[in-house]
């Protein structure tokens, strides 16, 4: 079978994935154009996409019958997917759950310390040799042992981050979640809505998937819920909070900061964001440790092997 791989994945991927199909492996880092979609839908069995290759309705429409079977993403989130018109077209997809969750929570909790603490600000002030030395009121920032933090989207994700929140930091966990959720081990407490989790809360991280109803879950009602010293942090899809309303909301001063490692509109960031000292800014560093993408690519590749044998899939979506 002929597997195709949009873009550069670490040496061990690459190798496993050649022990079961004839690979091309493309080299360049920029998602996939259009034209390059509809020929990996024409051209191989098998596309491992990953974050930013859009195969749309429209792709799927224009190659009413592919040759590829199965889109083997590389990643949890597959909002990039569409999966019902994939399975109109006879494609099947799959994901990488589980792999991704230790190493984003990890993300989640740098970024809520960040932010709080005003970190970025203070990396700046260094670097730009504007110190001038400590002293009592510098820098004052939210201290978060025994504050809330309020988690929209209590997954595995979310689940991850309140516990490391919790029983590292002391916080008290609030959340929302679409449906009710039992978390084990962790005193956490589910409320009705997303708006009573950001009016309660110090804290608040968005773990919600992309795409679909989270598009722009979290808006300008939701963000005017906050109280004005709590500060918000999004691990999730860039999509899934308003980035117009989230501009405004620190601009003026209705909320006090922002960690952000996604973006609406991604790799753009709005000149508004990138001009504030109250947000801390990620180029999508989530899963980013070689370890976690290796796990990512051997999962992805797993899925294909088992379409290849035709088992069932480990993790369709």
Same mark, same amino acid.
């Given at each position: 079978m002929e597997l195709f791989i949009t873009? +550069? &994945? #670490?040496? #061990?991927?690459?190798?496993e994935a050649a022990r079961h199909f004839n690979v091309t492996a493309r080299e360049a880092t920029t998602p996939l154009k259009l034209g390059e979609?509809?020929?990996?839908? *024409? /051209?191989?069995?098998?596309?491992?996409?990953?974050l930013g290759d859009l195969f749309a309705a429209e792709v799927f429409a224009e190659v009413p019958q592919p040759r590829c079977k199965l889109l083997a993403n590389f990643g949890v989130g597959y909002n990039h997917i569409d999966v019902a018109a994939a399975r109109a077209a006879g494609v099947a997809v799959t994901n990488t759950p589980g792999a991704v969750t230790e190493a984003t929570a990890d993300i989640g909790l740098m970024l809520m310390l960040m932010t709080a603490r005003r970190a970025g600000e203070g990396e700046r002030l260094v670097r730009a040799g504007k110190w001038e030395g400590w002293h009592p009121t510098q820098m004052l920032g939210l201290h978060l042992g025994g504050k809330v933090? =309020?988690?929209?989207?209590? !997954?595995?994700?979310?689940q991850a981050i309140a516990k490391r929140a919790h029983f590292g930091l002391g916080m008290e966990v609030l959340f929302h979640n679409r449906s009710p959720k039992s978390v084990e081990g962790l005193p956490a407490r589910q409320l009705?809505? @997303?708006?009573?989790? $950001?009016?309660?809360?110090? $804290?608040?991280?968005? *773990?919600? +998937?992309? =795409? !679909?109803?989270?598009?722009? &879950? @979290?808006?300008?009602?939701? /963000?005017?819920?906050?109280? +004005?010293?709590?500060?918000?942090?999004n691990i999730a899809r860039g999509d899934v909070i308003d980035e117009a309303a989230l501009v405004?909301?620190?601009?003026?001063?209705? @909320?006090?900061?922002?960690?952000?490692?996604v973006y609406e509109f991604e790799p753009k960031v709005p000149?508004?964001?990138?001009?504030?000292?109250?947000?801390? &800014? &990620? #180029?999508?560093? =989530?899963? *980013?440790?070689?370890?976690?993408?290796?796990?990512?690519?051997? $999962?992805?590749?797993?899925?294909?092997?088992?379409?290849?044998? =035709?088992?069932?899939? +480990?993790? #369709?979506?």
């Open positions: 873009r +550069p &994945l #670490p040496d #061990p991927v690459l190798a979609m509809r020929a990996a839908l *024409a /051209l191989y069995d098998i596309v491992l996409p990953t933090l =309020g988690v929209i989207g209590m !997954g595995r994700i979310g009705e809505s @997303i708006a009573a989790v $950001m009016k309660a809360a110090d $804290m608040v991280v968005v *773990a919600v +998937p992309g =795409g !679909g109803d989270n598009r722009h &879950l @979290i808006d300008a009602k939701a /963000l005017a819920a906050m109280r +004005p010293h709590a500060h918000i942090v405004a909301a620190l601009q003026k001063g209705r @909320i006090a900061g922002a960690g952000l490692d000149e508004a964001l990138r001009a504030m000292e109250n947000v801390v &800014l &990620l #180029p999508h560093l =989530g899963t *980013a440790a070689l370890e976690v993408r290796t796990d990512m690519g051997l $999962m992805a590749v797993a899925n294909a092997v088992a379409f290849k044998e =035709g088992r069932a899939l +480990p993790n #369709p979506v």
